[in-house]
């Protein structure tokens, strides 16, 4: 069965510094992957999403995310992070074939400080 | 274009009273889902609807009932509310279910505490 991990329950991050959520999935071919951000009392937005080709895919909001196959990871990066990115973000999977719905993580709080 | 729509916001029911959640797309979609979303648990699907006129249990269906009633609208029943089922609820849609990109879009959510 597919799952999805995201290790990191909390994370807080100073204003202006870099961040890296962790996703890592199990599954026995390379998925569909997905990040959703979840802003307070607010639906999920989707950020980016992998489904082949380049492994760096670039989202909105200046976030990207690397697929690394050997490592069973889609880590979540941005450079410089700013208040209002303070929310939970959540990492998905979906099969690459056939009839399929998604799998999500638990999710990772952000915090940000000044 | 509103994407999806949900409706209402927000509810309390006593325990073993009955109400219906109503979610809408605009954007044309044929697949629907419903998920529920816990502290520390995500996002878990409760039921989907492939296409109009088809639906599928998903990972945790028991004391749910829905009804796609046409293309645009699938909705969510709860027949005995229980306070096990105090949640917030999310509609999504996606163009097709099976396709090689598919995307789902999210409503923004309907607060519900079973009392």
Redo the contacts between chains.
Sequence with gaps: AQSVTQPDIHITVSEGASLELRCNYSYGATPYLFWYVQSPGQGLQLLLKYFSGDTLVQGIKGFEAEFKRSQSSFNLRKPSVHWSDAAEYFCALRQNSGYSTLTFGKGTMLLVSP | NAG?TQTPKFQVLKTGQSMTLQCAQDMNHNSM?WYRQDP??????IY?S?SEGTTDK?EVPNGYNVSRLNKREFSLRLESAAPSQTSVY?C?SSER??G??????????TRLTVL
Excluded at chain 2, 40 to 45: I, S
Excluded at chain 2, 100 to 109: L, N, R, S, V
């Design positions: 999806v889902y520390g648990m995500g996002l878990r699907l989907y492939a998903g999310f999504a279910i099976a090689a990109t598919d995307t789902q879009y999210f409503g923004p959510g």
